[in-house]
């Protein structure tokens, strides 16, 4: 199976200056061309919001069936890690509280409107049609390496990844993320989950979009749980920005993902790096994010009604909950921590979730891309300094060794290839304002690195 391979690097500033566009290793100096910098923990603290539509149950059970692989290289990688999950649903006038009389599109006692689940769900299948029964444990509410099998239990087929597909048709992942981490869940029911110097992963796994926070939409409407998608867009299938049956007369918009992504950068210090973001989500083109747009088509059933065009269908799949819509903000939200960065993206349409939630733990771990402080001039004669050692531009491509060679045309390696150390992205083709840098796959400097601050400097050699 292929790997995912994502690198920290750990630079140690000391030596004949103070300047801080100089760097000096064993008493020499070199002018820094371009730095950046991040953070990294060996411990981290995991939030799955998971989506409890009614279209989920399928999806819900290919992300238990998963967590083996995923819990697998999670103990690869950190010491040790919390794990939590909330759903999608907030309490709200068209979502109430479940009762004996109210099964569908209500909130359940654990689980929702930012309270961490602590049922265990099981699925007995009917056809296409899934049947959930539930245990609750209290224990379960944060998993460790102590009792993942809460998370998902293999033989007994039953965890919190399940958690049922009543759930309110107003789907508010981010903002039940929030609520879930905040003082008021963290230091009561929620308690015992975030830990001040360790990792913050939130993964949100959902086949619909993002719906802002309770009351930013007009929920007594025909228009159900789509009228998200209008506000998402800000502006309606007939190219309105309110809707016509909206008394209060809001406008689309909802809480922008930059609020929610400050919020969770707060959390951590501000301190780059200490939050991941991972949405698996209704995705158009893998290739080319810019293809997921929401867009109308008119139902002309027994009811004409604007609906949704969905983004994606799963592969050979042929029941009825084989597609995803376009998760617009939960893209958005990824995109907002970087794209291969500290944001990360994959699509749900798809009918085995291993590979994808491995090689999110991979992510998690280590940083792909390093966003420069400023663009580099394109040259060969700069290298990087890593941990107080110079990094040649070539190296041969030895896992765990820095041998250095002369190019591509080299044939000097003893084992492997001589390739490039590390490419470099400038700011058209990175999208960033100081281009990125990406290291060759044989080098492994989170290998040097567990915990603390990392920093990245290109250098011009002497």
């Not at 961490?116 to 099981?122: E, I, M, P």
């Not at 029964?133 to 009792?147: A, E, H, K, L, Q």
């Not at 796994?205 to 309770?214: A, W």
């Not at 966003?371 to 110079?390: F, H």
């Amino acid at each position: 199976m292929k790997k995912i391979i994502v690198l920290f690097l750990l630079v140690s500033f000391y030596g004949c200056s103070e300047d801080p566009e100089q760097v000096c290793i064993e008493g020499t100096c070199y002018d820094v061309l371009s730095q950046a910098s991040s953070y990294v923990s060996n411990s981290i603290d995991i939030l799955f919001v998971v989506d409890n539509s009614g279209s989920m149950a399928g999806k819900q059970d290919q992300l238990g069936k998963s967590f083996s692989a995923f819990a697998t290289a999670l103990e690869e990688r950190f010491e040790d890690y919390h794990i939590a999950v909330v759903t999608t649903g907030m309490k709200s006038g068209a979502c109430p509280s479940c009762t004996t009389n109210i099964t569908k599109s209500c909130t359940n006692e654990t689980g929702e409107h930012g309270r961490f689940q602590d049922r265990l769900g099981h699925i007995t299948w009917d056809g296409d049609y899934a049947n959930f029964d539930f245990i609750s444990d209290p224990t379960c509410r944060v998993v460790t390496r102590n009792n993942k099998e809460c998370f998902y239990d293999i033989a007994q087929e039953r965890g919190i990844a399940l958690v049922g597909t009543q759930g309110c048709g107003f789907e508010r992942g981010l903002a039940a993320m929030k609520r879930a981490l905040s003082d008021e869940l963290l230091g009561d029911y929620n308690a015992g989950f975030l830990r001040n110097d360790a990792m913050l992963s939130v993964i949100v796994i959902s086949d619909e979009d993002d719906c802002g926070e309770v009351g930013e939409v007009y929920e007594s409407t025909l228009d159900g749980g789509n009228i998200c998608y209008f506000a998402a867009k800000e502006v309606g299938p007939e190219g309105e920005t309110v809707h016509p049956d909206d008394p209060n007369e809001k406008p689309y918009q909802l809480t922008s993902v930059e609020e929610y992504r400050d919020f969770l950068v707060k959390l951590k210090g501000n301190r780059p790096g200490m939050v991941k973001f991972t949405a698996i989500t209704g995705v158009a083109d893998m290739n080319d994010l810019s293809t997921t747009t929401i867009e109308y088509e008119m139902n002309t059933g027994p009811i004409n009604r604007w609906e949704i065009i969905t983004a994606c269908t799963a592969p050979g799949c042929t029941g009825d909950y084989c597609f995803a819509f376009p998760g617009t903000r939960y893209l958005a939200m990824a995109q907002a921590f970087g794209l291969g960065i500290h944001g990360q993206v994959d699509t749900i349409c798809q009918d085995e979730f291993s590979y994808t939630m491995e090689c999110t733990a991979g992510f998690m771990a280590c940083q792909e891309k390093f966003p420069m402080s400023k663009s580099l001039p394109v040259s060969d004669d700069s290298s990087i300094v890593v941990n107080n050692i110079l990094i040649p531009k070539y190296t041969c491509s030895v896992h765990g060794q820095i041998v250095t060679c002369q190019g591509p045309d080299d044939t000097s390696c003893q084992e492997g290839q001589c390739v490039p150390s590390w490419t470099y992205q400038t700011p058209t083709e990175s999208g960033l304002e100081g281009g990125t840098i990406t290291f060759a796959e044989h080098l492994l400097p989170c290998d040097l690195v567990s915990d603390g601050e990392i920093k990245v400097s290109v250098i011009t050699q002497k």
